[in-house]
């Protein structure tokens, strides 16, 4: 079943659906906004005729509605996670990645156990507390029992404080009962991105090792699912091809694990291109998005799945990271390095990363800055470890409930970062947050939140609801 074409991504319907909403009027835009605002999700002609607004007043109600429908559901919170990269050896020829097999420009490198357990370590003395673990398409010797190694090796790491609550993976790929090992290994989320839904474009720019396979990997969250794995995580590689189509190809996909599973995508990553050692085409998007594009993207995907977290990474700049935490981002990496080992060294923009970085700041100074403009850095991993995942969480996040359990676990979470990691600094601008953020809360919510904290403060870690 799963070599075949995938007939739930009907570029003929993407296109169709594009050409019938085009130029959308405001009374018209307007309608689709207030139905958003019900967080409901929207339906493919919906976002098509989102997707072309341009007239500044429709953009502002967009951006608006968005970041009402972010604050009802995730409140300030925005949770926080490091990528680790395992390893650099690549198989694949995809075009813009500085992993690309045939690269000689950057030197491989595989991380043993001890060295992935010395990476873990610093991340944890930094604060992180959940993981995502990367790595390329080949692996040393042990073929796939390095990938269950290493986060058996992730999970054992433990330090004075602290330890890794949750490894989620980004690898390539794999077979049902590979997956089920995955699965068995404790993963969070298994995340991969499809690139491009645009056939033709996705050959151009693979062109060799098992990626090739469109099909493959287009079917591969539906053996993640039947293998039990419930938090799936998508994603598009913006610039590759025309956004628009991406977009409302990424519905269908949405729709098809909605409809087979009762579930769709536990988040979306919205990775931009960026400039990578040894590719043209990275640095010469044939498809670039611009910026005000990428905001109204992260926008329209809040208002069309709002349920689904949105994950900003290390790729985008300060100010952009910024920006788009109001109109829906849910979850954002800090302090990243690309390069296997690049946590152990002292170098920031080692050419053997996978991509070049728009953000380089350590984790301290990220948390400083999100906790001034008022959003809680949370490193909770309670849903997770207390089986609230895929459609339970699911179940748990539609009414608005996930606040009485998320704000009282980000509050207790980022009092615990603010007690073992802080810099003075930070922590001043922690506690008053902190604080403020308590007395804005009423009910359950705020007797829980109150409860936790005060627990943390007691010197107690890992305090969770
Ligand atoms: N190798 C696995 C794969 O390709 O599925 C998983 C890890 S890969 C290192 C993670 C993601 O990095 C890819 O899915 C791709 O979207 C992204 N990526 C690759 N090159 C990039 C670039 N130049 N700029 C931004 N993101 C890039
Ligand atoms: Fe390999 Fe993934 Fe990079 Fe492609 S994107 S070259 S599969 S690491």
Redesign the pocket.
């Known amino acids: 079943m799963y070599n075949v074409p995938a007939d739930f991504i009907n570029e003929e319907k993407v296109w169709k659906t594009l050409e019938n909403n085009q130029r959308a009027d405001f009374s018209k835009v307007r309608g689709i906004l207030a139905k958003a605002s019900e967080m409901k999700g929207l339906n493919m002609d919906d976002v098509a005729a989102l997707m072309g607004i341009s007239d500044p007043e429709m953009l502002h109600l967009l951006f608006e509605t968005a970041n009402q429908v972010k604050e009802t559901i995730y409140g300030k919170r925005l949770v926080l996670f490091a990528p680790l990269y395992i390893s650099n050896l690549?198989a694949?020829e995809?075009l813009y990645?500085a992993?690309?097999a045939t690269n000689k420009e950057i030197v491989r490198n595989a991380l043993t156990q001890e060295q992935i357990a010395r990476e873990v370590k610093i991340l944890i003395n930094q604060g992180h507390k959940r993981i995502l673990m990367v790595a390329?398409?080949s692996y040393p010797n042990q073929g796939f029992q390095y990938v269950l190694d290493s986060i058996k090796t992730i999970y054992s790491v433990k330090t004075e404080h602290g330890e890794v609550r949750r490894v989620n993976v980004n690898i390539?790929p794999l077979s049902t009962d590979e997956f089920k090992l995955l699965k068995s290994a404790g993963i969070g989320t298994y995340q991969i991105f499809q690139e491009t839904y645009h056939r033709e474009t996705y050959s151009k720019v693979h062109l060799g090792g098992k990626?090739k396979d469109y099909n493959w990997r287009v079917w591969s969250l539906h053996r993640a699912m039947e293998a039990k794995i419930d938090d799936v995580g998508i994603g598009v590689l913006f610039g590759l091809f025309d956004y628009r189509f991406e977009i409302l190809a990424m519905m269908q996909h949405i729709a098809e694990l909605e409809g087979k599973f009762g579930v769709g995508p536990h988040t979306i990553s919205v990775p931009r291109l960026e400039p990578a050692t040894g590719s043209d085409i990275a640095s010469h998007p044939p498809f670039a998005v611009s910026d005000i594009d990428f905001r109204k993207i992260v926008a329209i995907l809040r208002l069309a799945v709002p349920y689904t977290g949105i994950i900003m990474s290390t790729r985008e700049t300060a100010k952009m990271r910024r920006e788009t935490f109001a109109l829906g981002v849910s979850q954002i990496s800090a302090g990243s390095r690309t390069n296997p080992g690049g946590y152990s060294e002292e170098t920031e923009d080692d050419p053997s990363g996978?991509f070049c970085l728009g953000d380089h700041r350590p984790l301290d100074e990220v948390i400083r800055d999100v906790a001034s403009m008022g959003y809680i850095p949370s490193f909770c991993t309670a849903c997770y470890r207390l089986g609230r995942t895929g459609q339970d969480f699911m179940d748990l996040a539609k009414p608005g409930d996930i606040k009485l359990h998320c704000a009282p676990n980000a509050l207790s979470s980022f009092m615990e970062y603010l007690r073992n990691y802080a810099s003075a600094e930070t922590k001043e601008v922690g506690l008053k947050l902190i604080r403020q953020s308590i007395e804005e809360m009423d009910g359950i919510a705020k007797q829980r939140a109150e409860k936790l904290v005060k627990r943390v403060e007691e010197g107690h870690d890992d305090i969770y609801c």
């Open positions: 690549c694949n995809c990645c992993f690309r390329g398409e390539a990626k996978q």
